[in-house]
Every structure is written in structure tokens, then in C-alpha cells.
């Protein structure tokens, strides 16, 4: 019996590809303009138009529609990730975009970012549709938020978990779900 077919010829190696950069020259020249003027701040805008049932569509400039749903257990039609869901993949977009950035103004070079997200949120008032009404705004949403992230590049465990921190401490989407914002609802003129 032949055990040429049991022991390799050649070492295993192991190929990784380095993630699509990002313009680090750019990200500097960024960077020292938030450094120049710390109180600046940017607008984002959404226009969200309901469909049906619990079905809208949020369109962002010129890109396609976000579609969102309700699952059928919630009387939606499970067309589409439910509004928490969304919410959860906005904090893994900017994320994301944040540990790149670290990782890029730290000259790491990564080669796989994964985030994995799950959220506690309740709805005991029914959307204020006569559930719970004794619920308070703390009390109703997102309770708990756990995020876990799966990180390669060439830097050692200790600093790729430096970079996620440094990230996760800096991200818009996260401080903002930490963090109470002004918050203001009106009818259109």
C-alpha cells in the first residue's frame, strides 16, 4: 500500500488576503480636520414611505430602498429584517467601518472582520397600541446588546482586541444607542 497519498509532498500553507483598504492618506487628512474642529457634525437623512401592513421602504439618497417588516408572529408579512434588526445592522456597519479605520490608522493590515450581534428588545406596550401602558421609555426597546467580533489580521490578539475597543468606543451608531440623544417628532407643515 502506497502512503504517498497520506504525507504531503509540500508544507500546508495557509493563504489570507488582506481586505479591500481604505485611503489611509485620506483617512489622516480626516482625521486632523476632526482634530481642527471637534464640534463638527454631519446630517443624515432618511425618507421612510409605509407599503402595507407593517412592510416600509427607507430610501438614502440615490441607493436602493431599505425594505423593512414585521415577522408574521408580530402581523407583519416576514418580507424583510424587522426594525431592530436593521437597527443591530447599522451598529455592525459602523463597526465595521470603525475598526478598519483603527486598524488602517494603526497600519494593520485585516484580512476578516465578523460581527455577530444579538439584542434583548421588548415591545410589552404593543407600539403604545394599548399593551403595557405603565411602561416607560427605558423600559421598552433594546434592554441588552451583545456583540462578538471575529478579527484576523497581522497584529497579535492583544492589539486586534485594542483596535475593536478603540472602535467600539468611538462609533456614532453605538454611542448613540448608549448614549441619551435629543430626540424630536412632529407632523410635516
Known sequence: MSTDLLE???PVTTVHTALRPIDRDGLMAFAEKGRNNPA???TNKVHTVMEGQYRSLS???SHTPVVVD?????FG?????APGEIVLSGLGGCLAVGITAVATWKQVTLSKIEIFMEGDIGNPAAWGAGGALQKLPPEMGFQAIRVKVLIEGDAPREVLDEIVQHANFYSPVANSMRNPIPFEIGLMD
Not at 70 to 74: A, D, F, G, R, T
Not at 77 to 81: G, W
Open 8 to 10: 504531503p509532498t509540500a
Open 40 to 42: 463638527s457634525r454631519g
Open 59 to 61: 430610501t438614502v439618497g
Open 70 to 74: 414585521e415577522p408574521l408572529h408580530l
Open 77 to 81: 408579512q416576514d418580507t424583510a429584517p
